[in-house]
């Protein structure tokens, strides 16, 4: 028997743009599922950067998207939207959300949503949205990976990055990732990547050494800028750039990019949250056909390395600015 859900909940608050004291519990109505989408009582969240992007007032919610913070949750559905399908009161979800999952109530499309895997409780499987959805559609929608190709991360060991290197491992990729630490050295090691410390050697020359100078076939960057250069000299013949953060700037004034035209390179990325619910549906249904089953079989599972509970978000996000985790930082929220 499912609970009628109450009128009002908790949520994380933001009272004026700022650093991470500027997040409070506050009191806001419980919102009213549109005519696609679920109600989920929220029973764990995820902390993403552009949650801390947005917390600073750098990255506004796309038109109709809910203000609250918050773009991955697992819990329970509640209600349906009049046209929503496919799932039932009381099943378990973990969702894409446009918005709104630092709350005990979310409503998200139907299509953005996916069943628990088995065997995952609430904070594993509210760990794999935002990173899972990312991953699978820059590395594979569009950056086309092969099972018999190289990849390159960068920032190996955040949510992003870890899951980059599980998937592609587990396609057979063979698979170098940057990191700033021995000990997340030691922790892409253990996922089966070959570590690179960028304070100790320069990635270029590392992967030069390391593949004999021939390169490898996909990079995937959050940096940006500063590595623009280093990563189109990484790249082999026919080899792709994919773009999908731009932590230290996105403008670039001294790139030659005559290596792109010489090694016949192809530049792309994207970002998640503008996406259509239709486009956001296909990389759902993908996952559940093909990303699903490694999960359930255990092949890989994702890494969390702290849980705090909704009350100490600003010690969440304190951790997420320091990149001193690795792999994801969570919410308890209902559980």
Known sequence: MISPSPSTMRFVDIAAPGGPGAMRIGQTAVPVPRDDEILIRVAAAGVNRPDVQQRKGAYPPPPGASPILGLEAAGEVVELGAAAEGFFPGDKVTALCNGGAYAEYVAVPAAQCLRWPRGFDAIQAAALPETYFTVWANLFDLGHLGADETLLVHGGTSGIGITAIQMARALGAKVYATVGSEAKCAAVAALGG???????????????????????????????????????????????????AFMQGSKISDVDLLPVMLKRLSITGSTMRPRSTAEKAQIAASLKAKIWPWLEAGTFAPVIDRVFALEDVGAAHELMESSAHIGKIMLRVGV
């Open 194 to 244: 070959i570590a690179i410390n960028y304070n100790n050697v320069d990635f270029a020359e590392a992967i030069s050494v390391a593949t004999g100078g021939a390169g490898v076939d996909v990079v995937l960057d959050m940096v940006g800028a500063p590595y623009t250069a280093r990563n189109l000299a990484v790249l082999r013949k026919g080899g792709r750039l994919v773009q999908i």
